[in-house]
C-alpha cells in the first residue's frame, strides 16, 4: 500500500466519522460529557503519511514496526512486516471515536484494561505514532475490545483511555495491535505439509545421532515412523510420539528474530521431505536458531520460498518448541 493510500483511507475515515451524530449527555457525576463522534486522535489522519514508526508496549516489552522507503520492518531486526499492517493500524487508530464515557478511577481501569502499561501483569497496550524525527503524533492505552457492544451496523468498540487522562472511553472502532510479532509478521521458519515428512535427526553437538525414520503406515493407515538404535530394555512410547517428532518440525514459528550474528552450534535437528529437500536447524548455545537448506529437493518452489524466507535470521523460539528441536532418546522411550 502507498502513502497515497494511506490518504485515501484517513479521508474515506474522515468522512465515515463525520456523519456520527452529536449527542450531549451527563454522566452520573452530572457533569457534561464530550459529545458522542468526537475522535480520540483528532489530528492523527491529518498527518497519515508523516507517520515513521508505530510502537505499541505492553507488561515492560515492546514491538516497534518502521517505515523502510516503500516497506515496513521490525524496528532492530528489519524484518519485513506484513503488507497492510502498518497502514491499517494508523487508519484504525485514527478513527476511534468517543462512544461511551467508563470509570475515572484508577482502582476500576483493570477490568476494562486500560491501566497504566507498565505494570509488569498489564493487560493494557499503549500504541504510540511518531514522526521520522521521533515527535509523538498521537498514542491511546488500548484495552479490552468490546465485540457486538455498540448496537447498529457497525456494532465493535474498545475500551480506551488517553495517557494524560483519567477518563476512560467505549470507543467505537477496533485497534488489533499487540507486542506478539505474529500479529505483524509472517513467523513461519517451516510451513510444509507434514504428510511428506520422511526423515527427522536430532543431534547435540559431540553427541548421538538420534533418527525417526517413516517407514510405512500403521494399521489405521497413518504415517508409521520408527526410531533408531533404541537401547537394551527400553521400547519407544508410542507410534503418535515417532510421529509427532519428525512431523513437527515441518511447522516451526518463531517469537523473536534478529540478523543472523553466528554463535557456538550447540545442537543440529534435520528435517527430510519426501523430494529430498534437507533442512537443517541450527541451535547456538543461547538457544538462537537458524534454518539450512542443505541439500535441494525437487520441489524448487518450496526450496526458493524457503531459503528467501530464513536467510540471514535467528530466532527465538517458544520454549515447548524448542524442546521439539532437542529431542533426546528419554524423550521418546521408556
Not at 145 to 163: E, F, I, N, W
Amino acid at each position: 500500500m502507498t502513502p497515497r493510500s494511506v490518504i485515501v483511507l484517513a479521508v474515506a475515515a474522515g468522512v465515515a466519522l463525520a456523519g456520527a451524530g452529536w449527542q450531549l449527555r451527563s454522566n452520573s457525576s452530572g457533569y457534561v460529557e464530550a459529545q458522542r463522534g468526537e475522535r480520540l486522535l483528532p489530528h492523527l489522519l491529518a498527518r497519515a503519511n508523516d507517520v515513521a514508526s508505530i510502537t505499541v508496549s505492553q507488561a515492560g516489552r515492546d514491538v516497534r514496526i518502521e517505515r523502510a522507503g516503500t516497506s515496513y520492518v521490525l524496528g532492530g531486526s528489519g524484518y519485513p512486516v506484513k503488507g497492510g499492517k502498518f497502514q491499517t493500524a494508523i487508519v484504525a487508530a485514527a478513527s476511534l471515536e468517543k462512544f461511551d464515557a467508563k470509570t475515572a478511577r484508577e482502582e476500576k481501569y483493570p477490568l476494562i484494561e486500560v491501566e497504566p502499561t507498565t505494570g509488569k501483569d498489564a493487560k493494557s497496550r499503549l500504541i504510540r505514532f511518531e514522526d521520522a524525527k521521533g515527535n509523538s503524533l498521537g498514542e491511546i492505552i488500548l484495552g479490552k475490545k468490546a465485540r457486538g457492544r455498540l448496537g447498529g451496523a457497525v456494532g465493535d468498540g474498545q475500551y480506551v483511555r488517553l495517557p494524560e487522562a483519567k477518563q476512560s472511553w467505549l470507543a467505537r472502532g477496533v485497534v488489533d495491535a499487540d507486542i506478539k510479532l505474529e500479529g505483524w509478521v509472517d513467523n513461519a521458519i517451516t510451513d510444509m505439509n507434514v504428510d511428506y515428512v520422511v526423515r527427522a535427526t536430532f543431534q547435540p553437538v559431540g553427541g548421538d545421532e538420534l533418527v525417526v525414520r517413516r517407514t510405512g503406515v500403521t494399521e489405521g493407515g497413518q504415517p508409521k515412523f520408527e526410531l533408531n538404535a533404541i537401547p537394551d530394555g527400553r521400547k519407544p512410547k508410542n507410534d503418535l510420539a515417532l510421529r509427532y517428532a519428525a512431523t513437527d518440525l515441518a511447522n516451526v514459528n518463531f517469537v523473536n528474530v534478529r540478523k543472523d550474528s553466528g554463535g557456538d552450534i550447540a545442537h543440529r535437528t534435520t528435517l527430510m521431505m519426501a523430494d529430498g529437500l534437507i533442512a537443517e536447524f541450527r541451535i547456538t548455545s543461547d538457544d538462537w536458531v537458524s534454518l539450512h537448506v542443505v541439500n535441494d529437493g525437487k520441489d524448487k518452489t518450496t526450496q526458493k520460498d524457503l531459503k528467501a524466507r530464513t536467510e540471514g535470521w535467528q530466532y527465538k523460539l517458544a520454549d515447548y518448541k524448542l524442546k521439539q528441536l532437542k529431542l533426546s532418546m528419554a524423550d521418546l522411550t521408556e
